[in-house]
Every structure is written in structure tokens, then in C-alpha cells.
């Protein structure tokens, strides 16, 4: 073998390992992630997106994704204020803003953001009450959000919302709560019906003075229901009969029978015989 093929062997095994070292040397990132460079376990920074090159065998790249991240918390038995024991889950919504500190302040920041994320709910809800829990969620999710953010933010991550997700409650609460329900809604509707028991004898006292001061309104009124008992088809027809138009008739009979017990409380005083007079006698 001359001289002129071991030079080209040689070239193009040089050849080869600098593609080799140049392979090695190549880091794609995505566009919603970054690559957190270490160089001799010294931290560099992060870079990305796209393709750049890093020093092949002494360089160690972890990707990090910016995306929102979806975290789930597990139940969480908690006993309330008012001593409620009751399962609670939620979930977090977060992303990183800073890669380089998720990777260097915390081993695991999704692990991490679970433990928390888990120890806040159970210390946030026991100290609501029930109907906290129940009626005012956006007010401790808000909390949850705050309490959260604050243990996650020198990590390098954002927590952009909490949201309680399940209440499970004691089926003897749920009876109790269902009957306290019932309760409320009955005196909703007595409360109503009395309201509207109240505006009706209202409404009926004004008409009555209305048609008490005008004789001629009961004439039209009991016309306008003459006209609408006519509209149905019925067989029966009620017709009522205004006293208006027998109070005449009923003056004259008051009339009779006080005439009647006159008289006759009179008559048999005057056919009664009047005993006669004692006489007086006039001896010598």
C-alpha cells in the first residue's frame, strides 16, 4: 500500500470523527422548550429554541417545557372549621418562566408542585367552613392560587390558577343538607303565598270601595260576568242575582212583618171586655 492511501484513510477517518464530534455537538430544541446547557457541571444558561451547538462530551442539556402544565391533586380528606370531615380535589395550572432556576432550586418542580399544591388545600380548607367551601369557591381558589404561587416562585414556576374540582360529602350530611334545602324552599313558598294573599285583599278592598262609591260599576261588573259565563259552552249556567233588586221587595216584607207583630199585639188588647166599674152603695 503507497503513501497516497494511507493519507487518504487517515483523512477519512479525521473526516469521520469530526462529523462525529460535530453530530455530538448539535442540540434541537422545540419552540415551547428550553435547553438548560451544562459544561463541566457549571451552569451556562438556557437556550433555544431551534439548532445551536454546545462542546461535545462535557456538556449536559435538559429540556424544559414552557407549556401550562395540567396538575391534578389528589383527594385530600380534610376536616373543616365546623368539623366536617369531607374529600376534596383540585388542580393546578402552571408553566415555567424561569428554566434555569426549575432545574437548579428543585429536583423535581412538577413533584414539587404536587406536594404543595396538596398541603396547601389541606390547610386552606380546614380552616373554612362548610358553607364556605360551598358558596364561596372563587374566593379560595383565589387563596389556594396566592398561597401556592408564592412557595413555586424560586423555583421558577408560575401558578396561573386553582380550581377545586370535587366535594365529597358524608351521606348523612347530604340528608341533612337536603332537608334543610326542603325546609328553606317551604318557607320561601308560604312566605310568597302569604305576599300574595296580602296584595290580593288589597287589591279586592280597593275595588270594593271603588264599587261601593259608584252603584252603577256592580251593574256593568255583573254584566261583564254574565259575558263570560255565556263564552263557555256549559250545560249549567249560574245566574246570579244582584241584591240590588230585591232589596226593594225585601224592605216591603221587613215592612209586613212589623206591621203584623203590631197588630197582633194590639188586637187582643181591644177584643179583651172591659170589667165593669165598681158601684158604690148609699145605706140610710
Not at 419552540?31 to 454546545?54: D, M, N, S, T
Not at 364556605?132 to 374566593?139: A, N, W
Not at 197582633?264 to 140610710?284: C, I, K, L
Amino acid at each position: 500500500m503507497d503513501s497516497s492511501a494511507i493519507i487518504l484513510i487517515v483523512v477519512g477517518i479525521v473526516v469521520v470523527i469530526l462529523l462525529l464530534l460535530l453530530l455530538s455537538a448539535v442540540r434541537v430544541v422545540q419552540q415551547y422548550e428550553r435547553g438548560v446547557i451544562f459544561v463541566l457541571g457549571r451552569l451556562i444558561g438556557a437556550k433555544g429554541p431551534g439548532i445551536f451547538l454546545v462542546p461535545p462530551f462535557i456538556t449536559r442539556m435538559i429540556k424544559v417545557d414552557l407549556r401550562i402544565v395540567t396538575l391534578p391533586v389528589p383527594a385530600q380528606e380534610v376536616i373543616s372549621r365546623d368539623n366536617v370531615t369531607i374529600k376534596v380535589s383540585a388542580v393546578v395550572y402552571f408553566y415555567v418562566v424561569d428554566p434555569s432556576a426549575a432545574v437548579v432550586n428543585v429536583m423535581n418542580f412538577i413533584q414539587a408542585t404536587t406536594q404543595i399544591g396538596m398541603t396547601t388545600l389541606r390547610n386552606v380548607l380546614g380552616q373554612s367552613e362548610l358553607d364556605e367551601l360551598l358558596s364561596q369557591r372563587t374566593k379560595i381558589n383565589r387563596e389556594l392560587q396566592t398561597i401556592i404561587d408564592e412557595h413555586t416562585e424560586r423555583w421558577g414556576v408560575k401558578v396561573t390558577a386553582v380550581e377545586i374540582k370535587d366535594i365529597e360529602l358524608p351521606a348523612t350530611m347530604q340528608r341533612a343538607m337536603a332537608k334543610q334545602a326542603e325546609a328553606e324552599r317551604e318557607k320561601r313558598a308560604k312566605i310568597i303565598h302569604a305576599e300574595g294573599e296580602y296584595q290580593a285583599s288589597t287589591q279586592l278592598a280597593q275595588a270594593a270601595n271603588i264599587i261601593g262609591s259608584q252603584p252603577s260599576t256592580l251593574q256593568l261588573r255583573y254584566l261583564q260576568t254574565l259575558t263570560e259565563i255565556a263564552v263557555e259552552k256549559n250545560s249549567t249556567i249560574i245566574f246570579p242575582l244582584p241584591l240590588d233588586l230585591i232589596e226593594p221587595f225585601l224592605q216591603i216584607a221587613r215592612q209586613g212583618a212589623n206591621a203584623a207583630a203590631v197588630n197582633g199585639h194590639d188586637g187582643p188588647a181591644a177584643m179583651r171586655p172591659v170589667p165593669p166599674a165598681p158601684q158604690s152603695s148609699n145605706q140610710g
